[in-house]
């Protein structure tokens, strides 16, 4: 996938790794850049066109993906997380519906409707921003570790189909970056401009996955080992 010339649509792009995904893209030489946010009178990066759009209503992902029908590159960024006191926490099911809704059924819902553009339009890419979380879970971010996890076997399932169409499918994953997210997070984060580089990067390299940071790789290749990181994850701070 050549970023040069492409038609990139980013969801969540008004701020965080969404933005700085949909400037790299503008520095890369991409012809266009839609950034999809749920308020248009918001601020997005300047050169980029605003596209409303909320990925936990399916009409919404519908009419955006129907005004973009020259998009060749979608990245599915928009995502929450909600905080539990625990895996016990009586509020996890309502936290767990919120955050599957954006993390899970939003990427599925936008996947399905953009996956005939880019068929239509040369095959192109699907990036989905996933997470280190993809593969352990402190309890007070269960709901969003088990959303990340859901991502991920959504995302290998659509790599299969889409490749029948020339699709590349990218999964990245990363630990906490500096955004607005995990801002009152004390722990080490990642400048998103150097994940979003890492990304295009993969991409044009005709990755598959990555594992954007050294967090990343050390809880997956923990995986195989008999003492798993999920087994026992450090608190956060």
Same mark, same amino acid.
């Given at each position: ?70 998009? =060749? ?7 929450? !997380?909600?905080?539990?006191?625990? %895996? *016990?926490?009586?509020? #996890? ?48 971010? =269960? ?7 859901? !991502?991920?076997?959504?995302?290998? %399932? *659509?790599?299969?189909? #889409? ?75």
């Amino acid at each position: 996938m050549n970023i040069t010339g492409s038609v990139a649509f980013v969801t969540g792009a008004n701020r965080g790794l969404g933005r700085a995904l949909a400037e790299a893209l503008l520095r890369r030489g991409a012809a266009k850049v839609y950034a999809g946010i749920r308020n248009t009178d918001g601020d997005t990066p300047a050169g980029t066109v605003p596209v409303k759009i909320d990925v936990t209503d399916e009409e919404l992902v519908r009419i955006a993906a129907a005004r973009c029908g020259d998009v =060749t590159l979608l990245i599915n960024n928009a995502g929450v !997380a909600r905080v539990e006191e625990s %895996a *016990l926490d009586p509020a #996890l099911i309502d936290h767990a519906r919120t955050v599957f809704e954006a993390n899970f059924y939003g990427m599925i819902r936008t996947s399905q409707a953009f996956a005939p553009i880019l068929r239509t339009n040369g095959g192109g890419a699907i990036v989905n921003i996933l997470s280190d979380a993809t593969w352990f879970a402190r309890s007070v971010l =269960t709901a969003y570790s088990a959303s990340k996890s859901a !991502a991920w076997a959504f995302t290998n %399932a *659509l790599r299969v189909d #889409l490749r029948k169409q020339g699709t590349q499918v990218l999964a990245l994953h990363v630990g906490f970056m500096d955004t607005d997210m995990s801002g009152r997070v004390d722990i080490k984060k990642h400048d998103p401009a150097l994940v979003a580089t890492r990304t295009f990067d993969a991409l044009e390299a005709g990755d598959e996955e990555l594992l954007a940071d050294d967090q990343s790789e050390i809880v997956k290749r923990s995986l195989s080992t008999k003492q798993g990181y999920y087994l026992d994850p450090p608190p956060i701070g």
